[in-house]
């Protein structure tokens, strides 16, 4: 049964949803690609550097006293003002290696990190016979974590256990939807082959269906109106149209 009262809904919007679906389901099977972080012992390693680099040494600090005096005889600066001008230039030279240093020391420091899939997921949805077993899956997909948002604050913040974007609707939806999740894999139009291949065929109809009853529709009713192209299928189709394409006859 529909999710509630069908709702009014164009088709390109129903496929859009049907594709983030589809492309959370893709990264549970394939993998989020590569995540990047701070390697905080040698961030604090190379900060340590820069505070020690970044200070004036005594020859370099005589040189710029020497340029300071030079314009002093020019007359370009009091000589009242000799001890300020030459605290002032210190610092901003200071500052500005400092700045500089502080800025290559965060990216000296990242390190990446590959995120692989876990199919397992995939694997227990599609084994799941009752929404309780949904949700109960569903469950574990984020979780709150004690992060240090500056020196002394921590807050907590939701991160994803599964290998998807923090932003992902999927689980959340297939908690909320997981009746309707049951149904669908159970429609007679379900690709029940057990074939490495039929996977792809089986998230996409899950996440039509799925897109349709977040909108009040049944199962039959959003895979008629989104279609059985695939996201990933449409590039590869189109580009088959453009060498098949005849080339028009040139007007006499």
């Known amino acids: 049964m529909p999710a509630g009262r069908p709702q009014k809904i164009d088709s390109f919007t129903l496929y859009e949803l049907a594709r983030h679906f589809y492309g959370e389901l893709k990264t549970l099977q394939d993998g ?3 995540r990047i972080f701070l390697d905080r012992q040698k961030h ?3 900060i340590r550097e820069v505070e020690e680099t970044s200070q004036l040494t005594a020859e370099a ?8 005096d030079l314009d002093i005889q020019r007359g370009f600066i009091p000589v009242s003002e000799r001890s300020r001008f030459l605290d002032d230039m210190k610092k901003n030279i200071e500052f500005e290696r400092r700045l500089r240093g502080l800025t290559g020391a965060s990216g000296l420091s990242q390190k990446y990190s590959r995120i692989p ?26 979780a709150i974590y004690p992060e240090e948002a500056m020196p002394g604050e921590i807050v ?14 999927l689980p959340d939806c297939l908690s909320q939807y997981a009746s309707e999740f049951i149904d669908a894999k159970n429609d007679p139009r379900f690709p029940k082959s057990g074939r490495p291949t039929s996977r792809q065929k089986q998230m996409w109809f899950l996440s039509r269906a799925l897109a349709g009853a977040v909108h009040g ?14 996201p990933d299928e449409i590039s590869v189709l189109t580009k088959i149209s453009k060498r098949t394409r005849k080339p028009k006859e040139s007007q006499r």
């Open 32 to 34: 989020l690609g590569w």
């Open 217 to 230: 529709l049944s199962t039959r009713t959003s895979i008629n109106l989104i279609g059985s192209v695939r």
């Open 156 to 169: 907590e913040v939701r991160r994803p256990n599964w290998p998807i974007s923090q932003f992902s609707r």
């Open 117 to 142: 899939g876990d199919p397992k997921i995939i694997d227990k949805l599609l084994n799941a016979k009752r929404p309780d077993q949904v949700r109960k899956i569903c469950a574990d997909a984020f």
């Open 44 to 46: 604090e390693q190379l």
């Open 61 to 68: 600090l005589s040189r710029l006293e020497r340029l300071l």
